[in-house]
């Protein structure tokens, strides 16, 4: 019988049962391990359950809350808004007086700027009733508002200072208008004729002047007041006046002493008549359609009574406040008109 070669790599019996033991000790150690932290995750989540559930239901509640606020407000200032526009078709109708009550509501329930809004049009119709007081303490109100928009506060000042110009110190009005009465402002226009007025109050002409020829040059100005501004700034001496006709580089100024354009040499051809050597032509029928006649021209006599009715009229300049709403009572400047020149004799 032959003897099997035993493997150098072949364990012993102890080996393997040594082997045998120590895998069986490793499963049981795991199986403890998982055991372990199995009961730890339970005992950690029973002992916080109520605090994480607490605070994700929290969560989703505020959730909600902030949603339906939202909502909430929106709604609010469109139901605010379509009472602003009801207000608005009131003023632009028969009652605009049935207006006031509206607005003064909306004017305390809201808080942004429909509620500015309303102010405004509030002490809009104040001022058209002549109710001056409830007007400006309306303004005043509009101006001491933080949160209001700056245009909104911007207005109220230019027409708070339109309504009381004539009762308020030249100071006063030069001090708040002199912010807005700056080129590029919005208010530049409505604010710098007041500031203006404020300052021939003062009897500065020096700064007057000036600040009604930029107002005059400003392009971006409505026509009328620039026309008023003008017509001030000519009153008190200054050019507001730059669209006249200046010589350019390409065609430059004759000097004095120059030689003024030499007269044509040779014959010069007479009206109606035939140039030698040329061909007469039938005449056509813009030629045989009669001359209109000229307009009569007036007698010396009649310029002169023109000048003197426009001389003994004086000239009123209007100093209203910024555009919007309905025009306060603005302060009015009556400047004496330029005499009448002096009517020449008639010639024999």
Do not use: C
């Not at 009669?290 to 426009?310: D, F």
Request: hydrophobic share 40%.
């Amino acid at each position: 019988m032959a003897i099997r070669p035993q493997s150098p790599n072949r364990l012993s019996r102890a080996e393997q049962l040594a082997a045998r033991d120590a895998a069986s000790r490793e499963a049981f150690v795991r199986e403890v391990d998982d055991a372990l932290r199995e009961d730890e995750v339970f005992t950690t989540f029973r002992r916080n359950a109520v605090p994480v559930g607490a605070a994700i239901v929290l969560g989703l509640a505020a959730l909600a809350g902030g949603l339906w606020y939202n909502n909430h407000r929106q709604a609010v200032k469109e139901q605010h808004s379509e009472q602003l526009v009801l207000a608005l078709d009131k003023l632009d109708g028969a009652s605009p007086q049935g207006a006031f009550p509206q607005l003064a509501a909306l004017a305390k329930e809201s808080d942004d700027g429909t509620g500015t809004v309303a102010r405004l049009l509030q002490a809009a119709i104040a001022a058209r009733q002549g109710n001056a007081a409830t007007a400006t303490a309306l303004y005043g109100q509009v101006i001491a508002d933080s949160d209001a928009p700056k245009p909104f506060r911007d207005l109220a000042t230019v027409r708070d200072v339109a309504l009381r110009f004539d009762t308020m110190k030249p100071e006063d009005a030069v001090a708040r208008l002199r912010p807005l009465a700056a080129p590029g402002n919005p208010w530049f226009g409505s604010a710098g004729e007041l500031l203006a007025a404020a300052y021939l109050r003062q009897n500065r002409k020096d700064l007057a002047g000036p600040l009604l020829v930029a107002i005059a040059r400003d392009k971006t100005l409505p026509d009328s007041l620039r026309a008023r501004t003008r017509q001030l700034a000519g009153l008190l001496g200054f050019d507001a006046i730059d669209d006249i006709a200046r010589p350019t580089a390409e065609e430059p100024a004759p000097q004095p002493g120059a030689p003024g354009p030499q007269p044509m040499s040779g014959p010069q051809p007479v009206p109606g008549q035939v140039p030698p050597g040329a061909q007469a032509q039938p005449p056509g029928p813009a030629q045989l359609q009669p001359r209109p006649a000229p307009p009569p021209q007036a007698s010396k006599a009649e310029l002169a009574a023109r000048a003197r009715a426009a001389a003994s009229q004086p000239i009123t300049v209007n100093l209203p406040g910024a555009t919007g709403g309905s025009p306060a009572p603005a302060p009015k400047i009556n400047l004496p008109a330029p005499a009448a020149p002096a009517t020449p004799a008639s010639q024999p």
